[in-house]
């Protein structure tokens, strides 16, 4: 069996004819697009000297073409720089003989002193069978496979991923995304830089694992981050903000396909071809791929049309961005980590006598609804996508048009509030106008200068059954690690927003949750009696000040049932493990360390 995949392998490996009148890629073209990809423009000889960078390679063309051309940067181009590449082979194990695939790959890699290490795939739950649903199967073999290879970079030190996508695999995801009738944002294509996929709730491989400082604003109207290494200004009651992880970038986003091949071909290198991407009857992508190569489809859904679209979109999509980021200047922006809730403070509006705003300049609804997805972000615990018809609501009540906010009363009692993705938007400030003001002068200014406060939905309200799961057993290391009792866990993500770890040395298993209605009479004053009828002293839980605390800034009780606790079955240990020490606690032979997720 085993000789039989080794020739079924050797027939399928080519040395390639010559691609079509394709020029290979220079040294220079690829050092331009690698710097662009990895920096987004020029980078010093400083930023590059001594880097390490991973590569994804399957043994295809494309991976293999990226495999040379960063070799040759590195021994040939560039050698100057110090850089080295680490290439990393996936085999899934779906099928027999794809262990001795993945170690020919290596070999290949080997043939030009490419360093490469073989992964398995890190199966999420019982590991699909080939023979299955194709699409179903390629689903979980993609989510297997950036596992792999994030754990992998994380294990190696590397936080810069390279993929080999290139300019036909961009023209095939929008026109496949076209097809699946995707609005905007889902024609832009492939980025060419962004946080690895798939990953999501790894620590130190997705958005984690360098923490930064997180200080309370005072006049700035951003929320201010500084490193670990910096001086705090007194107010250490926030907690660190995760950063960090693994970044992919797609450095062959410029080139064709067949400058690809061409550039396998001049320098020798050999590939395997995977069969199975010429079945047009497997998978919708095959059918695509095959349209767009043989020019069957209009002129408008052909390749470079197609990419003319993705990058007219994403040119949009930056423009909304700074405006974006200029409302978000001009907002009084203040994120509270240690319960996940931001203050929002709008900017002054004023409508001009022939109804125009004049400061800022009239909103693009579309510019409201995607400042409105990032607050939104920065606070649920939902991971799902966040449409449009989400936030409309949300966004009519922040940034009514002048014709609507001139004319509607000023509401004294505003709503409860409006709930997107389990995150409640809650007014507590109200627009005025000032009282020496006629009604006419009334209608015409209007003053945004309104807070909101936007928290995670309390859970006694929450009834979305996709809530992340709300508990984590931590038990004790003196039962299964007497031998080291400097053990700590695994960082875990809670309710998909803190990140914590725990050394429990105490005598019980200790469970991480919500803080709930019922536990609020543990909280409450006790007094201690003696014979007569008098008591000796009032014993307040150590904790129910501090909750107080942040309930009296917030302006809310319903933040109490939104806050992770750590209790014990007899709830005798009971700690706000957030409201404490901005670096982690210890109480009653319980350690811990929390900070909130990445923004």
Known sequence: MFNRSLRRLADKLLVATPSQGALPITPGEFFDAFAAAWRNGPVSRQQLRGRKFGLAISGGVDSMALARLCQNLATKTRPDLNLSFKAFIVDHGARSGSAAEAAKVAELLQSFRLSSKVIPAEWTANKFSSNKKTSAFETHARIARYRALGKACREEGITSLFLAHHADDEAETVLSRLIQRHGGSGMQGLRSAADIPECFGIYGVHQSGEPLRVLRPSNSSDIERQGKQDVDNGDGDRLEMESGGIQIYRPLLRFRKQRLIATCVESGTTWVEDETNHDVTLTPRNAIRKLLQENRLPRALRVPSILALASRLREMQQERGKKVAELMNECQLDLDTRVGCLKMRL????????????????????????????????????????????????????????????????????????????????????????????????????????????????????????????????????????????????????????????????????????????????????????????????????EHDRLRKVMKELGTLDVRFSLPVLVNQSRSFLVFPTLRSPLGGMWRGVEWEVRYRHV
């Open 347 to 542: 900017p002054r509006r004023t409508v001009s006598s022939n109804g125009d705003l004049e400061s800022p300049a009239r909103l693009d609804p579309a510019v409201a609804r995607l400042f409105i997805k990032f607050i939104v972000e920065a606070v649920s615990p939902s991971r799902g996508y966040v449409s449009d018809g989400d936030v409309e609501a949300v966004s009519e009540a922040l940034f009514p048009s002048p014709s609507e906010e001139s004319t509607k009363p000023i509401q004294k009692n505003p709503p409860p509030g409006i709930i997107v993705k389990q995150v409640l938007f809650r007014r507590i400030s109200a627009p005025s106008s000032p009282p020496d003001q006629s009604d006419a002068d009334q209608a015409a200014t209007l003053d945004g200068n309104h807070t909101w406060l936007v928290m995670r939905q309390p859970t006694k309200d929450n009834t979305n059954s996709k809530a992340p799961p709300s508990q984590i057993k931590f038990p004790s290391i003196l039962k299964e690690y007497s031998h080291d009792r400097n053990h700590w866990t695994e960082w875990s993500l809670w309710d998909n927003r803190f990140w914590i770890r725990l050394q429990n040395n105490s005598q019980e298993t200790i469970t991480l949750r919500f803080f709930s209605p019922d536990d609020l009479q543990y909280l409450s004053s006790q007094k201690k009696w003696k014979k007569g009828g008098m008591y000796i002293h009032t014993h307040v839980h150590p």
